[in-house]
């Protein structure tokens, strides 16, 4: 199966048209079928180990404040995988703590993209959650012992923005980003593109720009598994590569 990073940008995303979700179901509309699929969202945090949803059917989690009602209405009754979970446990254990979670279910990093780009809800679909007491480096490595887990059928998404600073977000320049925030999404395309993912883990290294970036590193570390999943002859595309609202890029890619 390809690997997937997806900027996902605004909740509402999730119930609006636009350039984002099109390029979502175009993606999902031509990829092969995946017999399952792995999320790696933003918005499930842990600490000192990780969690997998393990349950039949996971719930929907609304973990964002202050949209329309309409958004707190949306379902995406995709069934879980527990036996993937297994595996996932039984894969990852030796490196770092993981148990099965029913607590959790999808949260608004999973349920906006494959609203659009697995309208149907019809695979199965599990997420990890992201151990934010670790560094980029150890994320890196991580995805590397789920790099099998591709050729078994699953589709591996990573859910976050490149370039996400909601601090400094300006309402006055929907269609363009601060002059740093171009810069640093060009500068990160490089870094993906050469393959030089020992700069992406060490981000910090790479000056203001990358800083007032990724100010926060929780929409970032899913880029870097989707990086960890690349196998050497494999290549990379972009897609949805624009930078938004001054401080936030959509910027995604598709590794096959």
Do not use: C
């Not at 400094?168 to 363009?176: A, G, I, L, R, S």
Request: proline share 7%; hydrophobic share 40%.
């Amino acid at each position: 199966m390809p690997a997937l990073f997806v900027g996902h940008g605004s909740p509402m995303n999730a119930i609006t048209a636009n350039e984002w979700t099109r390029a979502w179901r175009d993606i999902g509309s031509t990829m092969p079928r995946p017999k399952a699929i792995l999320s790696i969202s933003a918005h499930w945090l842990t600490q000192n180990g990780l969690l997998v949803t393990a349950g039949k059917n996971p719930k929907m989690t609304y973990d964002m404040g202050g949209f329309p009602a309409e958004l707190y209405q949306q379902q995406y009754p995709a069934p879980g995988n527990p036996a993937l979970a297994e595996d996932i446990e039984t894969t990852v254990q030796t490196k770092i703590p993981i148990h099965g979670d029913t607590a959790w279910g999808f949260d608004h990093g999973t349920w906006v993209v494959l609203k659009h780009m697995f309208p149907k809800a019809d695979i199965p679909v599990i997420q990890l959650s992201l151990d934010y007491s670790q560094p980029p480096s150890f994320h890196y490595e991580l995805a590397r012992l789920l790099r099998p887990l591709r050729d078994k059928g699953v589709l591996i998404l990573g859910s976050g923005n490149i370039v996400h600073n909601l601090r400094v977000m300006n309402w006055q320049m929907p269609d363009t980003g601060y002059d740093w925030a171009i810069e640093m999404n060009e500068k990160f395309k490089s870094l993906i593109a050469s393959g030089d993912h020992a700069s992406l883990t060490r981000y910090e290294a790479l000056g203001k720009a990358a800083m007032l970036s990724v100010p926060t590193p929780e929409h970032y570390l899913p880029l870097i598994y989707t990086l960890g999943l690349k196998e050497e002859n494999e290549s990379v595309a972009f897609f949805n590569d624009k930078t938004l609202m001054g401080s936030v890029s959509m910027t995604s890619l598709k590794i096959v």
